[in-house]
């Protein structure tokens, strides 16, 4: 099981009684080890991805994303200087390089995001060809609907909605206060809420019962693959997605 700043720790030195964690992996690459910055990319990517495909609503662009914010984070890495987990220190170089290429994209007036059609690759193969009709429907349209929102609201629902962070952790890692991110989930929910009322009047989606913590209820979009194990320590084994590409 992950944990919030230890990550898996099973893979990198697996005989050891007490594997290294997050911080310790951060430090020994800023003195030169050369594998340990690999297996933290490998720790995290799979969240990594599910957050940049989400935001982004292409495979392509999710995965040059979350390279782009892999090398930021293997180069800045002596910058780090604990204030944060380092989970959250790595979700949000990789939220900024997502809305990095939101903006990109708005300026030159074009957005993979509009697509219906790149939005539809984001169901994996075997989940398009054998979920029900219903399911596939309500999935895309879920998905096109958190693609209308602006690039701020879209990260903060993300974040809070669809990957379960707290809204405190959510504000650390988008570095904007509290406040700042109950209202971006709030206007968000507002915009998405015709849709759900009408996904939920034809009984094709579920209420998520109450909140727990400082959570807020979830939409039910089933997650996004992650990348599969590539067993490498470059730091740019994100490119293509890790096979999805």
Not at 190 to 208: K, M, N, V, W, Y
Not at 224 to 232: K, V
Request: net charge negative; aromatic share 2%.
């Amino acid at each position: 099981m992950a944990t919030a700043e230890g990550g898996d720790r099973e893979h990198y030195g697996s005989g050891a009684a007490d594997p290294p964690s997050d911080a310790d992996l951060l430090a020994q690459h800023v003195a030169g080890d050369p594998d340990a910055f690999g297996e933290l990319a490998r720790r995290h990517r799979d969240r990594l991805w599910a957050v940049a495909l989400r935001t982004l609503g292409d495979r392509e662009e999710a995965a040059d994303a979350v390279q782009d914010a892999l090398i930021s984070a293997f180069r800045a890495a002596h910058t780090f200087r604990g204030q944060s987990a380092v989970t959250t220190w790595l979700h949000r170089i990789t939220v900024n390089a997502c809305l990095d290429r939101v903006r990109k994209a708005a300026s030159r007036k074009t957005s993979p995001v509009d697509d219906p059609e790149r939005l539809d690759q984001l169901l994996e193969p075997h989940e398009s060809a054998e979920a029900p009709a219903e399911r596939h429907d309500l999935h895309r349209e879920l998905l096109a609907a958190l693609a209308t929102l602006p690039a701020e609201q879209r990260a903060a629902l993300v974040l809070v909605d669809m990957q379960g962070y707290p809204v405190a952790e959510t504000a650390r890692i988008l570095d904007v206060p509290v406040g700042t991110v109950k209202s971006r989930c709030a206007r968000g929910r507002a915009r998405l809420a015709p849709l759900l009322t009408h996904l939920r009047s034809d009984g094709r989606a579920d209420e998520t019962p109450g909140t727990e913590g400082n959570r807020t209820p979830r939409a039910s979009v089933p997650p996004a693959a992650g990348p599969r194990d590539t067993g490498t320590s470059d730091p740019t084994v994100m490119k293509g997605g890790g096979g999805h590409r």
